[in-house]
């Protein structure tokens, strides 16, 4: 079963508007990762925050992790056309020896 | 060149026929790991391995194989293709720290008719 599911499935703005992804997870985790897939490509690492951790930022991105209701969001600030892509969170499940799974993502479309 | 390469980049094939796909990487990782993707889904994990003498099996296993040649090379079979393996197949490496990011391989698009 999936591990991470991400909220909503899809989702539309307008270039210049923030986007926010939300990801819930069941078990407890070591650290949670965001991906980014172009359409019909590879997945491509975004930011990995760790469990004793609450909010981090790269860039546009901030990810926060609150995990007493075992949650992530995953906010883009100030969007443009090339954010457009699926987004995946990722957990480990609380062990480094299992693979980590994958939610089924969130369809961002910014639209110019 | 690219960290993880796969061949080959798109396949048609028939049912029932044997499929091997190929996947390198040059990260000089010990964990590998063979996804499949259907539309408007996310990963499943089909097999794992964690260095050249581990092989484990993932969520849908049923229906394929893999062999690891080397640190470098893993590869994933489809014994007797089937429509409903018709997919975008992923492969990716990890390093062993927990939480390692995983750097994929721009994918396989099989389709079996």
């Known amino acids: 079963s999936q591990q991470g599911e991400e909220d909503p499935q899809a989702l539309s703005i307008q270039e210049g508007e923030n986007a926010t992804m939300n990801c819930s997870y069941k078990?407890?985790?070591?650290?949670l990762q965001w991906y980014r897939q172009n359409s019909g490509r590879g997945l491509v690492h975004l930011i990995l925050i760790r469990s004793n951790e609450r909010e981090k930022h790269s860039g546009r991105l901030r990810v926060t992790l609150d995990t007493s209701k075992k949650s992530s969001s995953l906010l883009i600030t100030a969007s443009r056309a090339a954010d457009t892509a699926s987004y995946f969170c990722a957990t480990d499940r609380g062990s480094g020896n299992t693979p980590l799974v994958f939610g089924k993502g969130t369809r961002l479309s910014v639209i110019a | 060149d690219a960290d993880v390469t796969q061949t080959p980049r798109n396949r048609i094939t028939k049912t029932g026929k044997r499929i091997m796909l190929e996947c390198s990487q040059t990260k000089g990782h010990d964990r590998m790991y063979w996804y499949r993707q259907d539309p408007g889904l996310g990963l499943q994990l089909i097999y794992y391995s964690f260095d050249v003498k581990d092989i484990n099996k993932g969520e849908i296993s049923d229906g394929y194989s893999v062999s690891r040649q080397a640190q470098a090379k893993f590869s994933l079979s489809l014994e007797s293709a089937i429509p409903n393996q018709t997919a975008l197949y992923f492969c990716?490496?990890?390093?062993?720290?927990?939480?390692?990011?995983?750097?994929f391989g721009p994918g396989t698009r099989l389709t079996v008719l």
């Open positions: 078990t407890s985790i070591n650290n």
């Open positions: 990716a490496t990890s390093d062993p720290r927990p939480g390692g990011e995983q750097f």
